[in-house]
């Protein structure tokens, strides 16, 4: 995967400081992976031990969810490239009561995995930082068994209200300010068929790639959001460290966040790029 510091003290830190709203905030992204994934198709249909991979799974979803929604019925496992975020998924499983998840470091571009070992692999905003992509989707066109799903969620076009608020905001203030390659490539399918065509060239067949706007609520304050955003927005660092302290941008953002807040909760609309895709 792409060189990102997901194991910084920084980011864990605000990871658990708003754990439960972040939680909260990605639920609706959650479960559009999951309703793609639909792991509940094939299950008692004869195969041997139905097993689901989760990749670039951080601290554990839809890996967490999609173990939930099988219980005895199917494994699942989850991998990532980062440590710290593993023991953060093997907490909230074990918190859960989960006994059919495990967690396990490792790369996307040389899966630990005999071929054909797997029903299903998902990939929730993780396959935008895939080092050498054709590679990833490779690896994992051969761990599928035949017949199997593949359902990969990933931001959409960066021209979104999420993220219009906050960085827009920012070079609004400071233009002279180039955004980092690593945040770029967090939008490379925004693009319509962008995803697909990586797909196909991969192996897969069925291909069906859609834009889904889907709900991206923070649960509290705006101060609060902005202090998440940055974070854990690990793509954007190197941005966001030369406004640090800055208080004409914090109040320009803080501005723009205000406008999207009832009182509750700060209103966002995502649109996400969801691709399903079958190995045949």
Same mark, same amino acid.
């Given at each position: 995967m792409a $060189?990102?510091?997901w194991d910084s003290f920084a980011r864990l830190n605000a990871g658990e400081r708003f754990k439960a709203? @972040? #939680? %909260?905030m990605g639920a609706a992204v959650t479960e559009a992976i999951v309703e793609a994934a639909n792991v509940t198709a094939d299950v008692g249909r004869g195969l041997p031990a139905f097993r689901v991979l989760d990749v670039a799974c951080g601290s554990g979803e839809p890996s967490i969810s999609i173990a939930a929604l099988l219980k005895e019925s199917g494994q699942v496992v989850g991998v990532d490239m980062?440590? %710290?975020?593993?023991k953060v998924a093997r907490q909230r499983a074990s918190l859960r009561g989960l006994q059919n998840v495990e967690y396990m470091q490792a790369d996307v571009h040389a899966l630990p995995f005999a071929g054909e070992s797997f029903d299903r692999v998902t990939s929730r905003l993780g396959v935008m930082f895939f080092a050498d992509l054709p590679k990833a989707l490779? $690896?994992?066109h051969r761990v599928l068994r035949p017949g199997g799903h593949v359902a990969l969620l990933t931001w959409g076009a960066m021209e979104q209200p999420y993220f219009e608020s906050t960085i827009g905001t920012l070079r609004r203030v400071r233009p002279e300010l180039e955004i980092p #390659? @690593? #945040?770029?490539a967090m939008f490379k399918f925004g693009v319509p068929g962008t995803l697909a065509r990586a797909l196909g060239a991969a192996g897969f067949s069925k291909i069906d790639e859609r834009v889904r $706007?889907? /709900?991206?609520d923070w649960h509290g304050s705006p101060g609060e959001m902005w202090d998440y955003f940055r974070g854990v927005t690990v793509p954007f660092r190197a941005l966001l %460290?030369? *406004? =640090?302290? =800055? $208080? %004409? *941008?914090? /109040? #320009?953002v803080l501005a723009a966040l205000g406008g999207r807040f009832d009182g509750e909760f700060v209103r966002f609309e995502a649109q996400m790029v969801v691709a399903t895709? *079958?190995?045949e």
């Open positions: $060189e990102q510091i709203q @972040s #939680a %909260e980062a440590e %710290e975020p593993l490779r $690896e994992m #390659a @690593s #945040a770029r $706007e889907l /709900r991206w %460290e030369k *406004v =640090d302290g =800055d $208080e %004409e *941008v914090d /109040r #320009a895709a *079958v190995r």
